[in-house]
């Protein structure tokens, strides 16, 4: 079945940096994208970015631009998501999703807390 | 990128129906057929329950039905059931791979 697993709970302090990884198994990785998202405490989803894992392009949500990567990592059928520059505005759950305009099967959540 | 619209909150009592609309704009509701809905129980991971606008996964329930008209998506749910409380969201694809989400639903069942 698909799964996508992320990577563990992180503690940054202001003006850090934090990388955040979603294993994907039971698919051919590369024909579908990846999609991030994050949840803020009590809040909606914020649609953070989306990448190709067939050729890497990417597109990210217009107030993430400059602070935000997506990568992919295919001969180990993971994504990845680094944000720069932390804020406490940053402290969220952080998913993973498959799909590009439907996000059928999602990651877990990492929890980033910014915090100095 | 604007979020779509959705009420804040919605109630009814077991065996009712209850609506929860999406108004967006002719940029992402109202231009492309790509809306889809999220079922999310606190703490939770969101769970998919429609897709481009009014397909069901198969292991959705056929009391969830999806449609559109014009700038607005809706999601009924028929038959209403203790366990569908929860919170849900509407998202609209908005064009060159971007997608915008609403501000989310919270469906009490009285």
């Known amino acids: 079945q698909v799964q996508l697993v992320q990577s563990g709970s992180e503690m940054k302090r202001p003006g850090a940096s934090v990388k955040v990884s979603c294993k994907t198994s039971g698919y051919t990785f590369t024909t579908h994208g990846i999609t991030w998202l994050r949840q803020a405490r009590g809040q909606g989803l914020e649609w953070m970015g989306w990448i190709s894992a067939y050729n890497g392009h990417t597109n990210y949500a217009q107030q993430l631009q400059g602070r935000v990567t997506m990568t992919t990592d295919k001969s180990t059928t993971t994504a990845y998501m680094e944000l720069r520059s932390l804020t406490s505005d940053d402290t969220a759950v952080y998913y993973c999703?498959?799909?590009?305009?439907?996000?059928?099967?999602w990651g877990q959540g990492t929890l980033v807390t910014v915090s100095s | 990128q604007s979020a779509l619209t959705q009420p804040r909150s919605v109630s009814g009592s077991p065996g009712q129906s209850v609506t929860i609309s999406c108004t967006g704009t002719?940029?992402?509701?109202?231009?492309?057929?790509?809306v889809s809905w999220y079922q999310q129980y606190p703490g939770k991971t969101p769970k998919l329950l429609i897709l481009?606008?009014?397909k069901r996964p198969s292991e959705i329930p056929d009391r969830f039905s999806g449609s559109k008209s014009g700038n607005t998506a809706s999601l009924t749910i028929s038959g209403l059931q203790a366990e569908d409380e929860a919170d849900y969201y509407c998202c609209s694809y908005a064009g060159s791979y971007t997608l915008v989400f609403g501000g989310g639903t919270k469906l009490t069942v009285l």
């Open positions: 999703a498959r799909g590009d305009t439907a996000l059928g099967e």
């Open positions: 002719g940029s992402d509701v109202g231009d492309f057929k790509y």
């Open positions: 481009d606008v009014s």
